[in-house]
């Protein structure tokens, strides 16, 4: 059983007013494990009573409570220190661009020796998003002059086309750009959550970009530098 199927479980459990000890047993899983995947989960008072009545203490009511009121808190911190964040980024200059997308190339571009290819491969939307606002207002690439291929695990081959207008849709680049999607033959058949919402990754090619390899070199190296 993969640690998301246990996950999965050990939160339809916990919302049927399963105790901690109960789902560690059940699912065999360490009480300290079960309670880091629980601590998200809000409980209703008719399962915080559920769990009371079993513990047969008044007490073990109070406490439950107790801990939902850190539950709402936590998030609540969350969500001020996510808000503060963003106002602490707030509008890029071009300046900020420039070096954002260098670091964000140099972390996950292409950047193995002796190639000269401008290649950036990611799964994250707003990352592939972000990287493409880079290469057209700071390197001067057009839409036009890029390849897009989507990589994904062999076993959601039946939807693949599904997977290719997402990322169409959200790059604004026709499927006309996109190489042939490749399967990922692994060993394991990883199980996701959520299958409808994995799309993958996306590789983005810049075409006939080896001047521009180098000119990115040049700038990771200054920035290296720099600090």
């Excluded at 990352?127 to 207002?137: N, R």
């Excluded at 990322?167 to 680049?173: D, K, P």
Aim: glycine residues 8%.
């Amino acid at each position: 059983m993969t640690r998301i199927l246990e996950k999965e479980k050990t939160i339809k459990l916990r919302l049927k007013g399963r105790s901690i000890n109960e789902i560690s047993k059940i699912l065999n899983v360490p009480k300290s494990t079960a309670g880091i995947w629980c601590r998200d989960v809000k409980l209703t008072n008719k399962q915080i009573n559920r769990l009371a009545k079993r513990q047969e203490s008044g007490s073990y009511r109070g406490r439950m409570k107790f801990l939902e009121k850190i539950r709402k808190k936590r998030i609540e911190e969350v969500r001020e220190l996510k808000k503060k964040g963003i106002e602490d980024i707030g509008k890029l200059n071009k300046r900020d661009l420039f070096i954002a997308g260098v670091s964000m190339y140099w972390s996950e571009g292409y950047t193995y020796s002796g190639g000269e290819q401008v290649g950036f491969t990611n799964s994250d939307p707003k990352m592939i998003v972000f990287i493409l606002e880079w290469l057209e207002k700071i390197c001067g690439i057009l839409k036009t002059n890029l390849f897009l291929q989507v990589k994904i695990n062999r076993i959601h081959k039946k939807r693949i086309k599904k997977v290719e207008k997402y990322w169409s849709n959200l790059t604004n680049i026709p499927l006309d750009q996109f190489n042939k999607t490749v399967l990922i033959k692994s060993t394991t058949k990883k199980i996701y959550p959520n299958p409808d919402v994995y799309y993958g990754t996306l590789r983005i090619i810049v075409h006939k970009g080896t001047r521009l390899r180098r000119k990115i070199s040049g700038w990771i190296e200054g920035l290296a530098r720099a600090i």
